[in-house]
């Protein structure tokens, strides 16, 4: 690796910094090299999903035990993939919060443990600025400002991104995260867990316009988002289905639910984006995966002339490189941690 190479957009470093990134806020444990906060050496993810399937949705003590299991054998292969040894690491990035306790806690006990070994800084990373930061990684030339959608299993956030690792938040969800709602509706039509990629998937084959579920849209003026609505109006369908002797077309259901869903989100994005008078928009998180968010976000963005940007699938989902790419921005303004450093599982953001 040449190490001493001056890069221009390492803000003037001398060198290249080379971060470890460490994620186990759920149900993945991750470890990733990330050099200059944007080029990934390696990116190791090893899912639990498959374990947490057959109960319908993470067991938080599962989870703790597995990440237990795994971690230092992920963070070895991803020094091995990185082709780096643990001297050229220049700092170790790890998620605090928001997450499961015991799960956050297995990721910063390795991470401290490395950080104190080899004398390097610690960097407590919010889960929600490493979601925002993937998409550096995706597109090299993206820089702040621009507005984020950030939405995943826990939340959903619309971030006006100012610059790195400055964010103001637009709105936020007032009760489920969209995530949650795309897990409880596959739930209830029998398609298993995680239920996004499913629905995803069962939405394909249905029509979107079978079903009218309602739309949240809240005040003329809010950038909140509500989806406890729609995920009751999906139940109620189903079960005056049920009632009735009715059959229930699943893919027309997951394609309206959908459809209701994604229809708001995109309208809350744009909104943000006319609001602050921004014309660059970027996906963040697990549901940022899905192909209708993908396609109505980005044929209204092309109507608009603005600019969409989202990290590819694997990016999008928790991973341990966008926890180094936001590492990078605190190594830059050296906002590093104390080794006390504790989890954080309701972390604000
Ligand atoms: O970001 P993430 O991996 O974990 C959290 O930080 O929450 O997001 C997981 C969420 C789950 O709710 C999952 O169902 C959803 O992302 N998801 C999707 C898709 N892929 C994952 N939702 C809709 N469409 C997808 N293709
Ligand atoms: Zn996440």
């Keep these: 690796?040449?190490?001493?190479?001056?890069?221009?957009?390492?803000?003037?470093?001398?060198?290249?910094?080379?971060i470890l990134g460490i994620e186990t806020s759920c149900d993945e444990t991750s470890a990733a090299v990330v050099r200059n906060g944007r080029d990934v050496l390696s990116n190791v993810i090893y899912s639990q999903i498959d374990?947490?399937?057959?109960?319908?949705?993470?067991?938080?003590?599962?989870?703790?035990?597995?990440?237990?299991?795994?971690?230092?054998?992920?963070?070895?292969?991803?020094?091995?993939?990185?082709?780096?040894?643990?001297?050229?690491?220049?700092?170790?990035?790890?998620?605090?919060?928001p997450?499961?306790?015991?799960?956050?806690?297995?990721?910063?006990?390795?991470?401290k443990a490395i950080a104190y070994i080899i004398d390097k800084p610690l960097i407590g990373v919010n889960h929600i600025d490493g979601h925002i930061s993937a998409n550096y990684i995706e597109d090299k030339a993206c820089v702040p400002p621009f507005i984020c959608l950030v939405i995943s299993g826990g939340h959903s956030n619309i971030v006006h991104v100012k610059d790195y690792g400055v964010y103001e938040v637009l709105g936020t969800t007032r009760d489920d995260a969209i995530g949650e709602a795309y897990d409880k509706v596959a739930r209830v039509l029998g398609l298993g867990y995680p239920g996004g990629p499913l629905i995803d998937k069962a939405a394909k084959e249905g029509n979107e316009d079978a079903i009218n579920f309602p739309r949240t849209y809240l005040e003329s003026d809010s950038l909140d988002f509500s989806f406890s609505g729609i995920k009751s109006a999906v139940?109620?369908?189903?079960?005056?289905?049920?009632?009735?002797?009715?059959?229930?077309?699943v893919p027309d259901v997951a394609a309206s639910f959908q459809k209701a869903v994604v229809e708001v989100a995109t309208f809350k994005a744009i909104r943000a984006a006319e609001k602050k008078g921004i014309s660059k928009i970027a996906l963040a998180g697990g549901v940022a995966a899905n192909t209708k968010i993908r396609e109505m976000l980005g044929e209204e963005c092309l109507k608009k002339s603005y600019t969409l940007i989202y990290p590819k699938m694997i990016l999008c989902t928790d991973n341990a490189a966008m926890i180094a790419a936001a590492g990078y921005n605190k190594y830059i303004k050296g906002e590093f941690s104390e080794l006390t450093l504790n989890a954080s599982p309701n972390l604000k953001f």
């Design 1 to 18: 690796m040449e190490k001493e190479n001056i890069i221009e957009s390492n803000c003037g470093l001398l060198k290249d910094i080379i």
């Design 51 to 97: 374990i947490h399937k057959e109960y319908g949705g993470v067991v938080p003590e599962i989870a703790s035990r597995k990440h237990v299991e795994k971690i230092n054998k992920v963070i070895e292969q991803a020094l091995v993939e990185a082709n780096v040894t643990y001297a050229d690491i220049d700092a170790v990035a790890v998620t605090c919060g």
């Design 99 to 111: 997450g499961l306790v015991g799960a956050l806690l297995v990721g910063l006990s390795a991470a």
């Design 235 to 249: 139940i109620n369908y189903i079960n005056t289905c049920k009632m009735k002797g009715l059959d229930i077309c």
